[in-house]
């Protein structure tokens, strides 16, 4: 079986694809993000493919056979590209943009065939969820921007984010935002944690 290689260093990330019940390494992409496009599901595309290319250069001299995986995932509101907020205010822009309103979250997905050292195939797809957003007044933002949350067993509390950091559009589904505020979706769930995994798995298992 080839080694399957995920170029990322989020953990719903790693999660979801443990989920797969396949064996993988994690080697977090390190490359610049470049954009070129402008149609959000290009965007993702290309980014994936950006991260999935670079591991996929780093690990052909060591690894003959491999399967690289790279992903990337925006929210899409308004016309905008929303990602990983730059600060806490950042955040709090974009929850009040996207707060009592509709917006997509888009993933992209390469997944890269490496054989023999060399790169053989890739295999490009994004998939995109509508999410509805509760309305929100100001202090719920505000409890929600500064609140604390537990992402594992046994964390300490020094060692706890707010729930926008790190994540595309300032929010994560899975985490209280989701529960309080989230009315419904359209489409794939795992989407807008980070990773459709049903579409993943069909590309996979004709490659393993």
Request: net charge negative; hydrophobic share 35%.
């Amino acid at each position: 079986m080839k080694k399957i290689i995920l170029a990322s260093a989020s953990p719903r990330r790693r999660e979801l694809l443990t989920q797969l019940g396949v064996e993988f390494e994690v080697i977090p992409s390190e490359g610049d993000e470049i954009i070129t496009k402008q149609d959000p599901a290009e965007v993702v595309e290309e980014l994936s493919q950006q991260k999935a290319g670079e591991v996929a250069g780093k690990i052909a001299e060591t690894l003959t056979d491999a399967i690289v995986i790279g992903a990337d995932t925006i929210v899409f509101h308004s016309g905008h590209i929303l990602g990983k907020p730059s600060d806490k205010e950042d955040a709090r822009k974009m929850l009040e943009g996207i707060q009592g309103d509709v917006h997509s979250v888009f993933t992209g997905v390469t997944v890269v065939e490496v054989e023999k050292g060399k790169e053989i195939k890739k295999h490009t797809f994004s998939c995109e969820t509508k999410v509805h957003v509760y309305p929100m007044t100001d202090q719920e933002i505000e409890d929600y921007l500064t609140a604390k949350e537990i992402s594992g067993i046994g964390e300490k509390e020094e060692d706890r984010k707010c729930g926008w950091e790190g994540k595309a559009g300032g929010y994560g589904i899975q985490d209280p935002f989701g529960k309080k505020y989230i009315s419904h979706i359209e489409g794939d769930y795992y989407n807008v944690v980070g990773l459709p995994v049903s579409s993943l798995w069909q590309l996979l298992k004709n490659l393993v």
